[in-house]
Structure formats: C-alpha cells, structure tokens
C-alpha cells in the first residue's frame, strides 16, 4: 500500500489549541520557545516551514529595518482571522 505523500492537515483541535497558544504567546504569557513547541506539535511540517520563514523575515526587520512589507503582514493576517 503506497504512503501518502502530502501532510495530512491538523485537526481541528490542534488547530484551536494552537490558536490559543499563539494567542497566550501574543499577550506575553508563552514564550517564543514554547510557541515554537506548539508549533512543532500543531503544524504541518510545511507550515512550520513558511512559520520559520516569515518569523526570521520578522526578526531581521527589527534588527535592521523593514524586513516584511505592510502588504504581505495584512495579508497573513487576513487570512488568520478569515477577513
């Protein structure tokens, strides 16, 4: 029997208690550390990659300027809360 090859999408209980820890995460009561953890147990392993992504696109711009554009944070999270 041939394996799947595409990720099989989270739950939608994963996707409530990842909701939830990235909300704890935003008003400061996890740390990056930990969100990361939910990230991993929560995420696709391709969601956890554009995740990594867009996060170090994150950190750059506040180390050295603009890193993510106005447009491309609209549109995340737009398509996060469904607007």
């Known amino acids: ?14 996707a409530a208690v990842h909701e939830t820890a990235a909300d704890m995460h935003r ?14 147990l929560c995420l696709t392993p391709e969601q956890t990659s554009k995740l990594a992504i867009r996060r170090d696109a994150i950190h ?13 944070v609209l549109a995340h999270l ?4 469904g607007l």
């Open 27 to 40: 008003l400061g009561l996890i740390d990056s550390s930990r969100m990361q953890s939910f990230d991993a």
């Open 1 to 14: 029997m041939p394996m799947d090859t595409q990720p099989k999408p989270p739950s939608r209980i994963l």
């Open 78 to 81: 737009e398509h996060k809360y």
């Open 60 to 72: 750059a711009g506040t180390t050295s300027g603009p890193g993510v554009g106005a447009e491309e």
